[in-house]
């Protein structure tokens, strides 16, 4: 299939997100406001980024018609070691209510479970369908999702998650679950596509720094691969992601690296580079280890 700028995957979703973790309110604000000027159409968000208003202002200031935007975000679901209460049925039903007025919208896109980290999970997946009934949402998914947990849903018999956003990028494949989701025709979105660049999350405390030595080796062949095609090693990432079939997120807070990072439909990655990027591969999350947890494999 040949991927151009307007390509949409199974939900309408923009193969191209703007992903918003880590910016503040009015950095959201300011960032996504970019972003839609530089034509991004697909905007992702977290109760957990405490930045959904500053999103919201960005996008109502835009004065774009609502349906021209894919808007996703994501439920925090609680964790107990965190001491973060779990959230029940209607308090799930509660927390989009209170998302949406802080986006300033009437509905989503796409609705998340941010990750399975409550014992309450299939309550909460029980108050997105509800949502979804109700119009506050016209697709309901799941994040950080593994095969297990995507079976228990079916196994309870409720509707299947029509998404699971995870890490993805050549140093975290998960071939596995990808083909578990395809055959079950559930659409993969990835994040943290530029996580093996030496330049992806640098400020303390935000986990740039897991993995530095096998970073530096894939980063050699990442730059190679990017100087014969002459794009930056960050298309390179963001295109392996496209050219998987996974619809991609990126954030950047840098006006020229939100405008350059959608630039990735006029360049093509070869298969033998495709297959080298492939053999990357450690199976090894890095996205939430400054939080101490790798959010697939909580029990
Ligand atoms: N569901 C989940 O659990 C989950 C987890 C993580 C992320 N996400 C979503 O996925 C989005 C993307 O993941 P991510 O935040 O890890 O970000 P990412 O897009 O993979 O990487 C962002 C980092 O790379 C840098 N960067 C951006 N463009 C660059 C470029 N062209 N060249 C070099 N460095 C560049 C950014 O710095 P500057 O800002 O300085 O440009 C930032 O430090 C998030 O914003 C969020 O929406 C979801």
Redo the contacts with the bound molecule.
């Keep these: 299939m040949v991927l151009t700028e307007t390509s949409t995957n199974p939900l309408g979703m923009p193969v191209v ?1 703007f ?4 910016l503040n309110s009015e950095q959201a604000e300011s960032c996504v406001a970019q972003a839609l000027s530089a034509g991004y159409r697909h905007i ?3 109760a957990g ?1 405490n930045n959904e208003a500053g999103t919201g202002r960005a996008i109502r200031s835009s004065g774009m018609d609502r349906n021209q935007i894919f808007i996703t975000t ?1 439920l925090f679901p609680g964790y107990q070691q965190w001491g973060a209460p779990e959230k029940n049925y209607q308090q799930t039903i509660d927390a989009l209510k209170q998302q949406l007025s802080d986006l300033q919208l009437d509905y989503v896109d796409l609705y ?1 479970i ?2 399975p980290l409550s014992e309450l999970r299939l309550e909460q997946w029980q108050g997105l369908m509800e949502l979804q009934k109700l119009g506050l949402t016209r697709h309901i998914g799941v ?2 999702y593994n095969e297990d947990k995507i079976l228990e849903i079916q196994n309870a018999g409720l509707a299947k998650p029509a998404a699971n ?3 993805f ?1 050549p140093l975290c494949t998960r071939v596995p679950l990808s083909g578990f989701m395809q055959r079950e025709s559930i659409v993969p979105i990835a ?5 093996p ?1 030496a ?4 400020e303390a405390g ?1 986990g ?1 720094e897991v993995m530095a030595e096998i970073k530096v080796e894939a980063q050699r062949l990442i730059s190679e691969i990017a100087a014969n095609l002459n794009v ?4 390179v990432l963001l295109r392996w992601g496209l050219q998987h079939g996974y619809s991609v ?6 006006p020229d ?1 939100i405008r ?2 959608r630039e990735l439909f006029d360049f093509h990655i070869p298969a033998s580079a495709m297959q080298r990027l492939d053999e990357l591969n450690q199976d090894q999350a890095l ?2 280890a400054a939080n101490g947890i790798n ?1 697939m494999e909580v029990s």
């Design positions: 997100g992903g918003t973790y880590q992702d968000s977290a980024y994501k998340l941010h990750a994040s950080n956003q995870i890490e990028h994040y943290s596509s530029l996580a660049l330049t992806w999350r640098m935000q740039g930056s090693a960050a298309k997120l990126t954030k950047s807070s840098n690296r350059a990072n996205a939430w959010p």
